[in-house]
């Protein structure tokens, strides 16, 4: 059974950095699609960014130039580098891997930036 564990979440000032981390735990599988959703207070789930396997990235419009989407795919890893963070990025966010076709999600990590 493969499971996605996040860490690295926390409180920050505005202007503040924070890098989210994502690993999958187990053995024995290919990991297509690699992201990071989140979801504040009220609001839908949202797309941050995505990375292939062979490292093409998409990201939405409110986190280019601020976040950095990267992986290892030895390790199962996947990172979110937030840098000048505004109080709007406060959410939870997800991690999410597509592992045999499947979307598997992680238990989220609250991220919650002060103005």
């Known amino acids: 059974q493969v499971q996605l564990v996040e860490s690295g979440g926390g409180l920050v000032q505005a202007g503040g950095s924070l890098r989210l981390s994502c690993a999958a735990s187990g053995s024995g599988f290919n990991i297509g699609v690699m992201g990071w959703y989140r979801q504040a207070p009220g609001k839908q789930r949202e797309l941050v960014a995505t990375?292939?396997?062979?490292?093409?990235?998409n990201s939405a419009d409110s986190v280019k130039g601020r976040f950095t989407i990267s992986r290892d795919n030895a390790k199962n890893t996947v990172w979110l580098q937030m840098n000048s963070l505004k109080p709007e990025d406060t959410a939870v966010y997800y991690c999410?891997?597509?592992?045999?076709?499947?979307?598997?999600w992680g238990q989220g990590t609250q991220v919650t930036v002060s103005s």
């Open positions: 990375i292939t396997s062979d490292g093409r990235t």
């Open positions: 999410t891997a597509k592992i045999l076709n499947i979307n598997v």
